[in-house]
């Protein structure tokens, strides 16, 4: 009889375990690649077994073991008398293949989980998943299928692309480190802030397309910001003295808070001015300030992120959009613009000065960022434009904007409230 209860509990136990699993099995293996391979594969043994026989007493460990007998197997067809085969089976005391029910722990046996490799392995798989030599595609995938625990169809329905499309960027990401050598270790202190900033940047990636998604029908997917979420705490935990990691989760906490407010019941994105801030999370936005502050105290100063976080503590505090320090904000985003210099961040100080200084001192601004050609493919800077133009009587030009902002524009939210302004105009 099949126990329905048994494949939940395989969902459950895999998006909890998942990371610590496949850096145990990395670092049994030296092999990232097959590491992650033998954990699918003891995944896919428990979504037979778990429903038949029943949930084992030690769910995360019977995954593991499964893991570690189906590598003696993959060593064993490698070579009959490998030296890690040999180690291996010598650690788990094997007798036979990964088949049938439950695996049993050999006594004496190497403990399951070793107290002070757990961290130290889910910190290495985020090093490894976003390492310099795959693409930011590539990166996205691999960390939300080895560190989230995400499948590839879960990967393909959040970002709108075939379930084949992840996969195959998750076997190239593989086969890259592969052949870049890449070892499963955290790497040493002098490597570590500059590979960090490829592990926080894609976490922001992904929390950003949760927040604002770039197309499809809904303006806010709330699993995949709140896995970046996740994995911001997860990381901010391994490393605590790392002010950057407090500064990006104070800013998706904060961020967040505003997600209750910003669709009507329908789904319609609701503007700033208009979000009812009753609404917004209190709790998300006490977490979001106390982690700002952790990370002015470990730190000589915000970051980007943490800038960003005190331009998003700047609108948490306030109680109407008439009652924000916009000076602040404007003289935050010209911080930011030194620090980490970007159109999209000269995009919303342009914003902020139109709050804090009118809509002409702003529209300098974008006027000039339109002459250089940025976000040539964006639909926010004609819509930023247009709005400025329509606040300053060019009802003319700001159609022209509005118009070419939504054919740029892939989201089906955002491209009805941009019809609205456009409609507004007439």
């Known amino acids: 009889m099949v126990d329905s209860t048994g494949r939940a509990a395989v969902g459950a136990v895999w998006r909890i375990e998942s990371a610590r699993i496949v850096g145990a099995l990395a670092r049994y293996t030296g092999d990232f690649a097959l590491a992650e391979d033998l954990a699918q594969e003891a995944l896919a043994e428990a979504l037979v077994t ?14 593991l073991t499964v893991g570690r007998r189906r590598a003696i197997d993959a060593f064993r067809r490698r070579a009959t008398r490998d030296d890690r085969y040999a180690a291996l089976a010598r650690d788990l005391g094997e007798g036979g293949a990964a088949t049938g029910g439950p695996p049993a722990e050999t006594p004496g046996a190497e403990p399951l989980w070793d107290p002070g490799q757990i961290d130290d392995d889910v910190l290495a798989l985020m090093f490894v998943s976003c390492h310099p030599v795959l693409s930011r595609e590539a990166q996205v995938a691999l960390t939300l299928r080895v560190v989230g625990g995400l499948t ?6 959040a970002f709108l692309v075939p379930t084949a499309t992840v996969q195959a960027r998750i ?4 086969k890259t480190l592969a052949a870049a050598r890449v070892p499963f270790a955290v790497p040493p202190a002098d490597e570590r802030r500059a590979r960090l900033a490829s592990v926080l940047s894609v976490l922001y990636v992904i929390f950003t397309e949760g927040s604002t998604a770039t197309s499809g029908e809904n303006l806010i997917r709330l699993d995949l910001a709140a896995e970046a979420q996740r994995l911001a705490r997860v990381l901010a935990r391994l490393i605590p003295g790392e002010p950057e990691i407090h500064g990006l989760l104070a800013l998706l906490e904060l961020t967040a808070a505003r997600f209750p407010a910003r669709t009507d019941a329908s789904g319609q994105p609701v503007l700033l001015e208009h979000q009812n801030r009753l609404r917004w999370d209190r709790a998300a936005i006490g977490r979001g300030r106390a982690v700002l502050a952790q990370a002015a105290e470990v730190g000589r100063g915000l970051g980007a992120y943490g800038l960003q976080a005190s331009i998003a503590e700047c609108h948490a505090v306030a109680s109407s959009v008439e009652d924000t320090d916009w000076d602040r904000i404007v003289v935050l985003y010209e911080a930011l613009a030194r620090l980490a210099p970007s159109p999209i961040v000269d995009l919303n100080r342009a914003v902020a000065v139109s709050m804090a200084q009118g809509p002409k001192a702003a529209l300098a601004i974008v006027d000039e960022l339109k002459a250089t050609g ?3 493919n964006s639909h926010l800077l004609p819509s930023v434009r247009g709005e400025l133009l329509a606040r300053i009587g060019r009802a003319d030009d700001a159609r022209t904007e509005f118009e070419l902002a939504i054919d740029l524009c892939g989201n089906d939210q955002e491209r009805a409230l941009l019809k609205g302004k456009l409609a507004d105009l007439d």
Do not use: F, M, Y
């Open 50 to 63: 778990w429903p038949r026989d029943g949930v084992p007493g030690n769910p995360a460990g019977w995954l």
């Open 152 to 157: 590839s169809d879960e990967i393909a329905r």
């Open 171 to 174: 076997t190239r990401a593989k």
């Open 374 to 376: 940025a976000l040539p």
